[in-house]
């Protein structure tokens, strides 16, 4: 039996800005064992990793010991997968370029694959999601910010560095709304992010001052994309013109993603999807209407089925079924 | 002799709107018995099939006939490698689906692949030209159109129907220009092609209707992208910032492909590029203020060094090299 049972077994690890999820995953893609630590609490990553371990290690003990595990794979916000690297993380603690992969293989003794999160979560959805057989699809993310992971002819599109595939900083509107990040314009994080949706509000109803609106309701700061929605679904105008035209910029970006890489799908995936109609009617609309014929009435616009957090282990735990050596 | 020279050539076909030229490649990228036909003179494909035939014939004898050649490769606008069929391409006379590889396998009894233009010229610089053991990069066409070839993890991307790399057609302006051709607006043909260049000419002397410039030398329909060229080396500031506008369109749309696949290099080729620097600069300057920082300053732009019809050639007849049966 503890033969059988050796490194049949993934550590999937989903590091997020808040908090990083875990959980042990078996070849099907059966998730057990699922934990989270804080990402926030260590300012040294350390001290984070160490925590991460103590977490993990009753688990670990439980399927067999570290010989029963195959590998470590993680999602990050700007990570590398050929080096390992998470590098220059605005939304991490850890400042700089961090050789985690080879920091994680040191403690745990075991290998260990990195990617971004929004990459991950693409494999999640490849593997065990709604893109199962597909070769050809883009996944975005719609969360805080906006995030993407590229697939064309079976594999992920990693680019030269690394680091392909920021679809969200790609720019829509020239001259448009300031990214606080980034500094950029016009780019389609600033729009269809939740943080986009909250903006794309207040600017509303401060250009048509005197129009009515549930918003109004709300102090400035309350405004999020969940009120927003609230509003929406309460039949509030002006909440949803907001998500129109967030489904409007984000279709014109859907359209010019298609003619690069001509996918079989696109998949939506994030907290800005629970939206539904609200979001997924404006962006097919103008998502079609920005497109050459031929590609017209053809492209799946997808939600995920996968739970948010079950993604990101699911697709980090799959770089580990591709690992060459243990 | 005859026995060794078996099947070591390949015919490389580039059908442009107006001409077809060909050539006989061998395994290095030299090519012999250059020639060309005319594209628009027969509106029927088996008439234009049978003065191909005609204008290669001599040259197949002349390299020991049919048994010498490997097989044909072809680059057409709205080629699809899939399917060995143009599909609707605006620019050539026949129109609808034309399954193109198989009647020239049927008329020359030898394999046919075939793929679009830029894709063929795509796959001729990576193979013989500037992108030589690149991976990962862009060529962009800027002719009277503006076509594009994506190359990711060493190979081609054709998308799930064989109709990515549109890139001509993504909108880089919202709301801006109609093209003539596909109704869409903004798109970066609209502006970035020779057509476009011209248009903007237009447009700017219409807009300072009493400036002076050495383009009010010339009648409307005289300008285009080669006069508008000429006045800009002659230090006409209006015609210099024709070009300057062209890159900053051109500039931000490479910002966009370079945050979508991360390539080593984008390649520029084509006739705008006899514009040099009054091209370059300006669209170096936008792709880099566009980018995030971890993109900035490492993109390679290049122009193309094959001649262009070469390239197209080359890259046709590369098709016949990965031909799995013969």
Redesign the interface.
Known sequence: MAISQRQELAIGIDIGGTNTVFGIVDHRGDISYRGAISTRKHNNVTDYINELYDALLPAIDEVGGINAIRGIGIGAP?GNYYNGTI??APNLPWKGVIPLAQLMTDKFKVSCSLTNDANAAAVGEMMYGVARG???FIMITLGTGVGSG?V??G?L???????????G??????DGRKHKG?G?HGSLEAYASATGVALTAIEFLERDNHRDSLLRNFAKEEIDSRVVYDCAIQGDKLAQEVYEFTGKVLG?AL???V??????AIILFGGMTKAGDLILKPTREHMEK??????QN?IKLLFSELKEADAAILGASALVWEMKTV
Chains 1, 2 share one sequence.
């Open positions: 700007n590098e220059y597909m070769k050809d590229i064309a002819n594999q599109i990693y680019g030269h560095d690394g680091f392909a595939g920021e679809l900083h790609t720019t829509i509107i020239p980034t950029l014109l359209a010019n993603f003619m690069f890489s001509s996918p079989e920005n497109m050459l014929p031929i590609f053809k």
